[in-house]
């Protein structure tokens, strides 16, 4: 069965960082595009980023670019997302996707974690 387990989320100042990460399990991951969303309360879920299969091509949603990088580790099966200067406004629980061959950036992704929180504080 296909697992994505997110960690790394906690509270933190505006202008701090933090660093996610998604264990994945259960899946060919070198062959999946792997993407990272956000969705905070009462709003709907957002693109965050995006890392093609073999890392040549990434992709940012515009209120987080020059702030957040994702990368992939395919030797380990995990995909992180580097966040810095962060604002108020990134609070959200952050969910980590996997996506099939042919999947675009932007979706639809085949599998999801569970989410972890991260809440930034003024």
């Known amino acids: 069965q296909v697992q994505l387990v997110e960690s790394g989320g906690g509270l933190v100042q505006a202008g701090g960082s933090l660093r996610l990460s998604c264990a994945t399990s259960g899946l060919t991951f070198s062959t999946h595009i792997m993407g990272w969303f956000r969705q905070a309360p009462g709003k709907e879920r957002e693109f965050v980023a995006a890392?093609?299969?073999?890392?040549?091509?990434?992709y940012y949603g515009d209120s987080v670019k020059g702030r957040f990088t994702i990368s992939r580790d395919n030797a380990k099966n995990t995909v992180s997302l580097q966040m810095n200067r962060l604002k108020p406004e990134d609070t959200a629980v952050y969910f980590c996707?996997?996506?099939?061959?042919?999947?675009?950036?932007?979706?639809?992704?085949?599998?999801w974690g569970q989410g972890t929180q991260v809440t930034v504080s003024s």
């Open positions: 890392i093609s299969w073999i890392a040549d091509s990434t």
């Open positions: 996707a996997a996506g099939r061959m042919g999947t675009r950036y932007i979706g639809p992704y085949d599998y």
